[in-house]
């Protein structure tokens, strides 16, 4: 053991002098925040597991992306978690008629280059993802018609359609308004090079693939911001990400592996926060043709083999839900009867398959991402025993996730495939849009009437408590039918330092200003 | 230098199939359509976008495109980023060579004493022990390595940063990481090079001349075992490119080689094109200066 530390100091004092003088200058810079924590205790440093893909807030999809652009920009109205839809930059809101949405703009909002924000620039923004189908949220708010300017401070969206999401639609992703005479001006190169929102904190640097520098916004319109500098570190591997927070490099570090939970929590300096994400686990089959899952029977057998509970405990080291449904609480429509449950019987299961002529056990093939989520592989092949417990022996294809999205976008799988759904719109409609009739074909093949009929109704239903039924009502049918079997909602989990209070959020975005200095 | 001239034009017909093999295996292994797109997407959706990226073309229409445009020095936009993807690459690239430079550095610095030592004390306790740190150096993944080198020297230590780019003390560990494997394959090569040597008649001569040691051993011997070394040094550019894709992404380092392995996640086709393509010129310029190097180290090479 003494030999090796001599060796463990001759390879110190060997790299010491390599690096010369230089080496004890980044030394202290590498590890700043220890030494600086009390002359420059407003910087937060953050540390992703990936860079922000984008500043263009149209064409990206990307939840850790948004989680940043929530900083620069502002929405018309926020999503509360406990209060519902507040003001944003929109002071208030009624919606006259089916189609139509008033809108009322706070005054006096300035962007960062100091224009002021005026009903032109939400005309501008909404209307340019709403009408070009080249734009990855297009999707979204294809639904928007026209936004029509009225005065300065008050503009009216309509809608081809009831649309009783639209709240929902215009507090996400694609929402945070953009400085249309900016961007007009200047170009979308220069918008993108200098990003230019309303938000607390202004665009400073970015380092692609390495960091991204924010500064506090003086003239921001809501409270002072808190921070003067926020640094978001792109860190991909998980290890190196944990390292950073456990010798002070980061504040805050991002999607921590189940593994890493004891490292950072026996540390004296750090601690894991987790709270839900929206984002479910859940398997998808074949409903009908030729497959052994066309029968309810064999379907339901695979539910009732599962323990989720076993799953979560053992590889996720607790960190999710069991639920039975996609549409977890805190979405609009969620049925919380079919959350925090499971029906996991494996005698029944076999007298099912029986039933189902399947006395000597079933073949099926599934398909599964590796890498993509949260411990997916382990999941899988835990689950895959299970299923092999009560007679069906599952033939089990694991994929990386480029290679598994291009079957997936065709439909080409089999009986079963592995999945992991988010939800940005915080609504039903978003959860179970792909077992509607047109979506599901050559995927689920889902057909049924009264399902359909709720969701479609649904979708333009402008009666709240209707709609609510509505969605409850399908949820508890889905979870009959089994076209999807949801398994467990994960959580996401943070590493934070001691000196920062952080709540996550269940959107896994990042306010900044919600994080404090103990 | 007709001889360099001839060998610059040879590498044209190897751009070329580089390029056409990426080109392919871009769009056979995935479609970035279904990568980017969100899963409530309709069928039109995506076909609408498809086209908008340029997707729905016949491939070998495709192809010719891109040709003329690389031509042209276009290298097409980056899904991703949507912006040049040429330009993306090229950004990274200095911070791809700083590392690559400085792990040479340091594998030559390690590896030319352990190689010269190793062989004149042939067979000796020290010859044993540098042989076997070098089988060990070479065994170990490089990112394994990075990931002790870290929890080491920066967890326990906290000599060194974690991670990140921007001072010479946050190279070193990705350089040790990436360089060990190197050093150790050199130090091997240098001691078998400097055995031969040593055997040979010009080297009694010199010894019979009463020639000191040291003279002999670095003078005499190590020039001529420096050929080898040369071409071996050449060939791991390859190498060094290989482990850079690792390296960067354990340390967070932002080079080509992070770069290239998300756009290959992402099937960010321009991206992944464009960064072969300027890696493939790297190997090939490498292997252009090794050849002029050993005429500076054996003039008795000619290239006709």
């Given at each position: 053991m003494k030999f090796f530390r001599y060796i463990l100091l001759l390879i110190v004092l060997l790299l010491a002098a390599c690096s010369g003088g230089n080496d004890e200058e980044g030394a202290e810079e590498g590890t700043s925040n220890d030494s600086s924590d009390g002359a420059s205790d407003e910087v937060l440093t953050i540390g992703n597991s990936n860079d922000i893909?984008?500043?263009?807030?149209?064409?990206h999809n990307n939840t850790s992306t948004e989680a940043v652009h929530v900083n620069m920009f502002n929405y018309l109205v926020k999503n509360d978690p406990d209060e519902g839809f507040i003001p944003d930059l929109a002071e208030s809101w009624e919606n006259v008629d089916e189609t139509k949405w008033e809108f009322k703009l706070k005054e006096g909002v300035k962007f960062h280059n100091g224009d002021e924000l005026t009903a032109e620039d939400v005309k501008f923004t909404l209307e340019r993802v709403a009408n070009d189908s080249a734009l990855l949220e297009y999707g979204a708010y294809r639904q928007i018609e026209e936004v029509e300017v009225v005065s300065d401070y008050e503009f009216v969206i309509h809608t081809y359609e009831p649309e009783p999401a639209l709240l929902n639609r215009v507090s996400r992703i694609g929402s945070g308004i953009l400085p249309k005479n900016y961007i007009e001006t200047e170009g979308w190169d220069v918008f993108l090079e200098n990003p230019v929102g309303t938000g607390p904190y202004q665009f400073e640097e970015w380092q692609k693939d390495s960091q991204l520098t924010l500064t506090r916004f003086d003239d921001y319109f809501g409270d002072e911001p808190k921070w003067s500098q926020v640094e978001f570190r792109a860190i991909p591997e998980n290890s190196t990400r944990v390292s950073e927070l456990l010798t002070g490099g980061i504040d805050l570090a991002v999607n921590i592996p189940p593994d890493d939970i004891e490292r950072i929590e026996s540390s004296e300096d750090t601690t894991v926060m987790s709270a839900p994400s929206q984002r479910v686990m859940l398997f998808v089959l074949r409903t009908q043709g030729d497959y052994p899952t066309a029968d309810p029977k064999v379907r339901e057998a695979i539910e009732l083999a599962i323990d989720k509970e076993a799953i979560i405990e053992s590889v996720l080291e607790g960190h999710a839900v069991p639920t039975r449904t996609r549409v977890t609480p805190g979405n609009f429509g969620a049925n919380e009867e079919l959350y925090d449950t499971q029906l996991y019987d494996p005698e029944r299961a076999r007298e099912l398959l029986e039933e189902a002529g399947y006395a000597d056990g079933v073949n099926i093939k599934l398909s599964s991402p590796s890498g993509r989520y949260l411990k997916d592989r382990e999941s899988v092949e835990l689950m895959v025993a299970m299923l092999q417990e009560v007679g069906i022996n599952a033939d089990v294809e694991f994929l990386e996730w480029s290679a598994f999205s291009t079957p997936y976008s065709n439909k080409e799988f089999e009986d079963v495939f592995f999945i992991a759904y988010g939800n940005s719109m915080f609504d039903g409609s978003q959860a179970l849009q792909r077992l509607e009739l047109e979506m599901a074909a050559g995927e689920t093949d889902y057909d049924n009437p009264e399902v359909e009929e709720l969701l479609s109704e649904a979708m333009n239903n402008m009666d709240e408590d209707s709609r609510l039924e509505q969605y409850q009502k399908a949820q508890e049918i889905i979870s009959e039918d089994r076209p999807i079997i949801p398994l467990f909602q994960v959580e996401s989990i943070y590493g934070v330092n001691d000196r920062i209070n952080f709540e996550p959020e269940l959107s896994e975005m990042?306010?900044?200003?919600d994080i404090t200095i103990k | 230098m007709k001889y360099f001239f001839l060998n610059v034009i040879k590498t044209v017909p190897v751009l070329i199939l580089i390029t056409l093999i990426v080109f392919i295996l871009v769009r056979v292994t995935g479609d970035p359509v279904a990568l980017m797109i969100s899963e409530n997407a309709t069928e039109q959706e995506k076909a609408e976008l498809r086209e908008a990226l340029g997707l729905n073309d016949n491939l070998i229409v495709q192809y010719i495109n891109y040709m003329g445009s690389i031509i042209q020095g276009d290298f097409g936009e980056s899904f991703r980023y949507n912006t040049d993807a040429l330009t993306l690459v090229l950004d990274r690239l200095p911070a791809s060579i700083e590392l690559a430079i400085v792990s040479m550095i340091l594998a030559t610095i390690v590896s030319v004493p352990l190689g010269i030592l190793s062989a004149i004390k042939r067979n000796s306790l020290l010859d044993l022990f540098i042989t076997g740190i070098s089988v060990v150096g070479k065994a170990m993944p490089n990112f394994w390595l990075g990931i002790m080198l870290i929890l080491v020297f920066s967890v326990m230590l906290s000599l060194l940063p974690v991670s990140g780019s921007g001072t010479l003390a946050h190279t070193i560990l990705p350089a040790v990481a990436l360089g060990t494997g190197i050093a150790a394959e050199m130090t091997r090569l240098i001691r078998s090079s400097m055995l031969e040597i040593l055997g040979q008649d010009f080297i009694r001569t010199a010894r019979s001349k009463g020639l000191f040691e040291a003279v002999v051993v670095n003078v005499h011997a190590f020039r001529n075992a420096l050929i080898p070394v040369v071409t071996i040094m050449a060939l791991q550019t390859s190498t060094l490119i290989g482990g850079t894709l690792i390296t960067e992404t354990v340390f967070a380092w932002p080079g080509v080689g992070q770069l290239l392995i998300q756009a290959v996640n992402l099937r960010d086709m321009a991206v992944v094109q464009a960064a072969v393509f300027i890696i493939a010129i790297a190997v090939i310029v490498s292997n252009l200066l090794a050849d002029l190097i050993y005429r500076l180290l054996d003039p008795r090479i000619k290239y006709d």
């Open positions: 893909v984008s500043f263009d807030i149209h064409d990042l306010y900044v200003d | -």
